[in-house]
Structures are given as C-alpha cells and as structure tokens.
C-alpha cells in the first residue's frame, strides 16, 4: 500500500485548504485513516482519524474548523481545513492503519500547509 498527499500550499490565516490522500491497492475500506501534522521542532501529534465505518475523532485543536472524509471508492481520504490559523501551520501526513492480520500502518510522505497572518 502506497499513499499520495496532495493539496498543501500557501493559505492567509482565516482560510481554506483542502487536502487529499489517495491510497493504492484494494484493501482501502479496511483501514483506519488518519491525518497527522508536524510543525517545525514539534512531535507530530494527530489531526484527525475516520475509521472504515465512518467513526470520526479530532483534535480539540481542530474540532469545528476541520473535516475529515473518506471516499471508498476513489480511495480517498480529504481532509477540509477552514479558519485555518498560524499554529496549524506544519507537515500534514496521511496515515492508513489496520490492526488485525495482515497489519497496516503506512505513512504518506507529507505535504506543507503554510498559513500567513
């Protein structure tokens, strides 16, 4: 299984990006995806997760600013980010995770999210 981030860039603080993750193979439905974000001399700390039933967990940090989806058919997982502000500003990874046989836990290879004030 192989990941592909899209869809960083350079937002103003208020603004919108929306960031994609496009998951190989056919086994996407099985997993647990989940957004991760580094910032500059930080650990990287999770974002959001959407299980393959839909169940949604975010961090209190982005709760009411960002979205997460997924779209099994396209295997997909978005992320929307709106309001964004100065401390979201990071590395933006995508993560795919299964937790029974066989075991998954892929990592995309991140894309930039940089928000001016």
């Known amino acids: 299984v192989q990941l592909q981030a899209s869809g960083g860039g350079l937002v103003q603080a208020g603004g919108s990006l929306r960031l994609s993750c496009a998951a190989s193979g056919n086994i996407f439905s099985s997993f647990v995806m989940g957004w991760y974000r580094q910032a500059p001399g930080k650990q990287r700390e999770l974002v959001a997760t959407i299980t393959s039933g839909g169940t949604i967990n975010y961090a209190d940090s982005v709760k009411g600013r960002f979205t997460i989806s997924r779209d099994n058919a396209k295997n997909t997982v978005y992320l929307q980010m709106d309001s964004l502000k100065s401390e979201d500003a990071a590395v933006y990874y995508c993560?795919?995770?299964?937790?029974?046989?066989?075991?998954?836990?892929?990592w995309g290879q991140g894309t930039q999210v940089t928000v001016s004030s």
């Open positions: 993560n795919a995770r299964r937790l029974w046989a066989p075991v998954y836990n892929v």
